[in-house]
């Protein structure tokens, strides 16, 4: 047997799409990276925290960090809706992503537990706290999730982003997305304080990505002139 | 463009030895530049003139191969124009489908009607159809929160970004005469007279400047700045008549018309992007913001420019 076919028998390699991806991310956000009081890390392990409001989160955030950083960047997606089909397993290989359960949680299928090994394997994580997308701009409450995996790996970096105009290029609910300018504003990395509690945490990460709205660009900020 | 008029020839002459000077007197400056300041003025002068430079090619080039290039050209300006305008002002979720139809079907349908020169469709289409259209397909998105601001700005958006700008195009399909430089001419005229205000109201600010003329709108618009750069560009435009059919005084006149009108233009599209916080309206072109920030003096210039010219001078 020719030795081409063998190498279809195999599952398609979606990593060779990964450059097209980011090409087409960067193209249909026109997004441009700002770094607030923050440095862009290969060598730390990080969760990238942002607000939630369109499919295009994740990949916008996964291509607007530097290569080196990206190829050890995993988003985080829930498994009841990315795994659905194979396209959308597809997709989500692509970009490298990582499944977890959002609901019927075992011990044995428990997602801050898998969120943890990878980062112990050496992956940052995207991550999208308020667990589903919300509607024009509003940032919702965030779930536990974080505060976990931050109780979990507690000297990982906890990096705040902050996602513009995502939710109306492709907002919940539609197909076509439709070409405006989007940004992407990477804030200081936090720490979880000794005896943190929950909510308190919680209340501080959402602040801390609701704080960087100020610095999208073309903002005026008082230095600038 | 008519390569073989002696016009075409000044004209290629003095953009690009003007353009040449400029980034060599940019050169010896940032040569001579000792203090962190100074330095950072000279960097932002070149940068300035090398965006010219971009600006003035894409032009030519565009002008060169004719009405098919020009209305390409324009149209892709006007995309992009209306990318900004859309991005700064907020609309929701449910003008999901009104964009889509700006950017996909509206836009690009009147730039085939600059090319197809149906005059008819192309001054009604936005105004009547697309006005029209727009809340309609807002209201099938159910969502009554600001739907008068919001139907209003993608409103304007298409109006500014893509009916004004697509006259600029269509200028070309006007039978004025004569145009010793071919129908490249008008289009020329306007833009370098309305930009060249601009710079000239720059410049004399620079040197002269102190009432500002609506502080709040744009603190660096002086009256002093205004006087002379409008009187600077109109007389530039008198010497530029052989670009038109007008005559030396008609071409002046029509000069001051177009730095008034493009003043405007640049103070109103100042106002929209103060009231959204913002300074400029993107990051496309280095030293001048956005392209909306380039283009925002011709929005309102270019329509009233093409109709004087129909009006006056066109022939049927």
Not at chain 1, 135 to 141: H, L, Q
Request: aromatic share 10%; hydrophobic share 50%.
């Amino acid at each position: 047997m020719a030795g081409w076919l063998t190498t279809l028998r195999h599952p398609i390699d979606y990593r060779m799409l990964r450059p097209l991806a980011v090409t087409l991310t960067r193209l249909i956000t026109g997004a441009n990276a700002t770094w607030v009081n923050c440095e862009p890390r290969a060598d730390r392990v990080r969760v990238y925290f942002a607000n939630h409001g369109s499919h295009l989160d994740f990949a916008t955030l996964w291509a607007a960090l530097p290569g080196d950083v990206r190829d050890k960047t995993r988003p985080v997606a829930a498994r009841d809706y990315w795994g659905r089909t194979r396209l959308s397993r597809a997709t989500i290989n692509v970009f490298n992503g990582l499944l977890i359960a959002r609901e019927g949680i075992t011990r044995r299928d428990n997602p801050i537990e898998q969120m943890a090994e990878a980062m112990r394997a050496g992956h940052s994580l995207i991550l999208f706290p308020e667990g589903t997308r919300s509607r024009d701009g509003v940032i919702g409450e965030f779930k536990a999730g974080l505060y976990h995996l931050a109780s979990k790996v507690p000297d990982a970096e906890l990096v705040p982003v902050y996602l513009q105009n995502l939710n109306r290029i492709l907002p919940k609910g539609h197909l076509l997305p439709i070409p405006l300018i989007s940004s992407v504003v990477f804030g200081a990395p936090m720490l979880m304080e000794a005896g943190e509690r929950k909510h308190d945490f919680l209340a501080r990460a959402k602040q801390s990505v609701m704080n960087l709205m100020a610095h999208t660009p073309g903002t005026s900020t008082p230095q600038s002139s | 463009m008519n390569w073989s008029s002696p016009v075409t020839h000044h004209v290629l002459l003095v953009v690009f030895g003007v353009l040449g000077i400029s980034s060599l007197i940019g050169l010896i400056l940032s040569k001579r530049a000792t203090t962190d300041a100074g330095r950072a003025t000279v960097a932002n002068l070149n940068a300035r003139t090398n965006s010219w430079w971009v600006m003035v090619l894409v032009i030519f080039s565009a002008l060169a191969l004719g009405s098919i290039g020009t209305t390409i050209i324009f149209a892709l300006v006007s995309f992009l124009a209306l990318r900004e305008f859309l991005t700064v002002t907020p609309t929701r979720s449910a003008d999901h489908a009104a964009l889509f139809v700006s950017f996909f079907m509206v836009l690009p349908y009147q730039f085939w009607l600059v090319h197809t020169q149906w005059y008819g469709m192309f001054v009604i289409m936005i105004p009547v159809y697309a006005f029209v259209l727009i809340p309609m397909l807002a209201t099938l998105g159910g969502d009554v929160t600001d739907f008068l601001e919001r139907s209003a700005r993608t409103q304007w958006g298409l109006m500014v970004c893509v009916y004004f700008i697509s006259h600029i195009p269509m200028l070309m399909s006007l039978k004025v005469e004569p145009l010793r430089m071919g129908p490249a001419g008008p289009v020329l005229f306007l833009i370098a007279v309305t930009q060249g205000s601009d710079v000239f109201q720059y410049v004399w600010g620079k040197l002269c400047g102190k009432r500002p003329i609506v502080p709040k709108l744009s603190p660096k618009k002086t009256v002093e700045g205004f006087v002379g750069g409008v009187l600077t560009a109109s007389v530039v435009g008198a010497c530029m008549f052989r670009l038109t059919p007008f005559n030396p005084w008609q071409a002046g006149l029509v000069a001051l018309l177009l730095c008034i009108t493009g003043f405007f233009g640049g103070l109103v599209m100042s106002a929209i992007k103060r009231a959204r916080g913002i300074k400029d309206w993107g990051t496309l072109i280095e030293g001048h913001g956005g392209m909306m920030d380039r283009i925002d003096s011709l929005c309102f210039s270019a329509p009233v420019y093409f109709h004087v010219l129909r009006y006056f001078f066109a022939k049927d």
